[in-house]
């Protein structure tokens, strides 16, 4: 006789999303030595790309118009009548007293950015890998910190004053 299958149900999946991160929080972290970067003072968007950096040095990159668009409504705090993606996830961290301490933003290996995510929980902290403007969606929504690396500023930052 075939098996009923069965729905999962919200509360199950939330279970799921928290072992999930409680797992991942063990299994994670080396904070770097925070002298190595700088904190992001400047950011603004102009259709797609994006402008963020430290003082008169700053990264110009290019993201999807959806991220964009996301970063936009994080810097003025609006949430529109559908949540974003960022919106949810920002929610999620809140209602399982998870807070985003930090973004980082790491490196550029000519075609990528790379960036990661500080969660932490109680005294778990996990670092998870990020796309750049995801992190900074997140991180506006949470009045997180920024933090670019200053050797990646100097790599590939452009002097706007």
Request: hydrophobic content about 45%; glycine content about 4%.
């Amino acid at each position: 006789m075939p098996r009923k299958k069965k729905k999962l149900n919200a509360s199950f999946i939330t279970l799921m999303v928290l072992i999930l991160v409680s797992i991942m929080a063990y299994a994670v972290i080396n904070i770097v030595d925070m002298d190595e970067y700088v904190i992001a003072d400047v950011l603004e968007v102009s259709g797609t790309t994006i402008i963020i950096g430290n003082n008169c040095t700053v990264i110009v990159a290019e993201t999807s118009s959806e991220r964009a668009y996301s970063i936009e409504l994080g810097k003025i705090g609006l949430i529109e009548e559908r949540p974003t993606t960022h919106d949810v996830f920002s929610e999620v961290l809140k209602s399982f007293n998870i807070t985003l301490d930090h973004v980082q933003i790491e490196s550029f290996d000519d075609q990528y950015y790379y960036a990661y995510l500080f969660l932490m929980s109680g005294d778990k902290i996990l670092r998870l890998d990020t796309k750049p403007s995801d992190g900074i969606a997140l991180a506006l929504r949470t009045d997180s910190p920024i933090y670019i690396k200053k050797s990646l500023l100097e790599q590939v930052g452009r002097d706007i004053c």
